[in-house]
């Protein structure tokens, strides 16, 4: 399959990761790479990331004219899961040195100029490796100005065949109020009809969204739910226009990466067909390393996540405290994020003490061991445009519970109460601390009273397929219906 694609990102694993932005552009590529695409990736050259690690050496270098002066831009390369990473560093302008994100008004200039940049490291490519992009996949606001300088390229014979492609994986940030930047770095006027009715000229997501060929979101639900307003936030208007246009594709998984039959961290290794045997070991170890009681009966609820109101955490604290208060059960969790959210799960860990654990920080390897030792696995967000953590918790045996929103509605299937033994987790609807103490009641009795059930549950859970082949498959469908837009 002859189709080049280049992602532009402002993260990507390993390398430099935030959010699940990371994740799809440090796996997504090589998915398409097994289908048969060029797929590569070019993002900032970080000043935390490790060369020496990541075997990064230098490509090439060129000057970049700009309003101001020549800027010297510095590309090097590396070789990461069969895809070529691109990553470029820049004086005197670009300031990625200490972190991916800082604060907004700095933000704006450096990742405009990153897009500005990208395009004329594809040239360079173009000039030395005679490789070009047939797609530009840029993601987020970071980057949503590449398909408006697409456009004002569109009469170049070269350019004019680029098509390009958005991906939103999160509509509550945009990159908003960005025109005296625009001015400043002689960025022309936005004059597409869709922004100026709509008095979003100076808007970097809404921006990406009227220029660019195709527009995509990580779920088939979340393309649905930003539709309107409660979920657009302030763009809805802007995404019916470009419907024709918009798909909805769900994230994958690295199931080589996530897998309980050959993951180092774990105490026990399993897969399907032994969990029923192995997968307690995990439990019990978790149980002895956060201090609490070691006991199989016992049901515990697991929680990796960023502590913040968007997963729901303002719902779900309340709703714990009620029940570590009525019934035997543990609980841990591993995260960290808004100030006040953090002082109150910290205070449920006083409150519980041998009942609760709380690891207010990240750590990979304790990640894994809570997706594979918890029997519940809980995410109550408010919205998620679509979510990893329910898919590894399932492939690792912990059933989700969680809010029927965006991805997770597309990933859990609510449990029947047996009806006709359905169900791979516990979903709720209602945006309550009460919708998520009464799903885990039932959650809970289900566990102590229906232990075969619960098993078959589990084995459902972990016999759904989340590696990203599906998806490619259908980001390659996108791909080729863009570049038919763009070359008409």
């Known amino acids: 399959m002859d189709l080049n694609v280049l992602f532009v990102s402002a993260e990507a694993a390993p390398f430099a990761k935030v959010g699940g932005l990371a994740d799809v552009v440090g796996s997504l590529p090589a998915a398409l790479r097994r289908l048969g695409v060029d797929a590569r990736v070019i993002l900032p050259h970080y000043g935390f990331i490790n060369n020496d690690a990541f075997h990064i050496a230098p490509l090439f270098d060129f000057e970049f004219p700009r309003k101001t002066g020549v800027t010297d831009v510095l ?40 897009s500005q940049v990208a395009m004329a490291v594809a040239w360079e490519l173009r ?62 006027g936005r004059d597409h009809p869709l922004l100026v009715t709509r008095g ?46 918009l798909v909805g594709i769900l994230n994958g998984l690295d199931v080589e990466l996530w897998n309980p039959q050959t993951d180092r961290m774990l105490a026990s290794n399993f897969d399907a067909e032994t969990f029923a045997t192995q997968r307690a070991a995990n439990k019990r170890q978790l149980q002895a390393d956060a201090g609490l009681e070691v006991r199989d009966d016992i049901p515990l609820i697991g929680v990796v996540s960023r502590i913040v109101r968007q997963k729901g955490f303002d719902m779900a604290l309340p709703a714990l405290a009620r029940l570590l208060a009525e019934q035997d059960v543990q609980f841990v969790l591993l995260g960290t994020g808004e100030a006040d959210l953090d002082y109150l799960v910290w205070r449920l860990g006083k409150e519980f003490p041998g009942k609760v654990q709380v690891y207010q920080s990240f750590n990979a390897a304790l990640a894994q061991r809570i997706y594979a030792g918890s029997d519940i696995f809980l995410m109550p967000s408010h919205f998620e445009p679509c979510g990893i953590g329910q898919m590894i918790a399932m492939r690792y045996g912990a059933l989700p519970l969680v809010r029927e929103t965006g991805g997770l509605a597309d990933t859990v299937q609510n449990y029947d109460n047996g009806a006709a033994d359905e169900g791979t987790g516990f979903v709720f609807s209602w945006e309550t601390s009460e919708a998520i103490y009464g799903t885990l009641q039932w959650a809970l009795e289900t566990y102590r009273t229906k232990p075969e059930a619960w098993q078959r549950m589990q084995r459902r859970a972990m016999e759904r397929d989340f590696g990203w082949e599906k998806s490619a498959r259908q980001y390659i469908t996108m791909y080729q219906q863009a570049i038919q837009r763009r070359r008409g």
């Open 127 to 188: 000039q030395r490796e005679g490789w070009f992009p047939d797609v530009f996949h840029v993601n987020d606001w970071h980057t949503g100005l590449l398909p408006f300088l697409l456009d004002l390229s569109k009469p170049s014979p070269v350019w004019g065949q680029a098509a390009s492609v958005i991906s939103i994986h999160n509509m509550a940030y945009q990159g908003e109020y960005v025109g005296g930047w625009m001015w400043e770095l002689a960025i022309p």
């Open 75 to 114: 590309v090097s390369k590396t070789e990461h899961d069969g895809v070529p990473v691109y990553f470029v560093r820049a004086w005197p302008f670009f300031g990625f040195e200490s972190s991916v994100y800082s604060q907004w008004n700095w933000d704006v200039p450096r990742f405009t100029f990153f």
């Open 200 to 245: 979003l000229t100076d808007n970097m997501l809404a921006m990406g969204i009227a220029y660019a060929d195709k527009v995509s979101t990580v779920s088939p639900r979340y393309a649905v739910e930003i539709q309107y307003p409660y979920m657009g936030y302030g763009l809805d208007g802007l995404i019916r226009a470009r419907l024709d246009d």
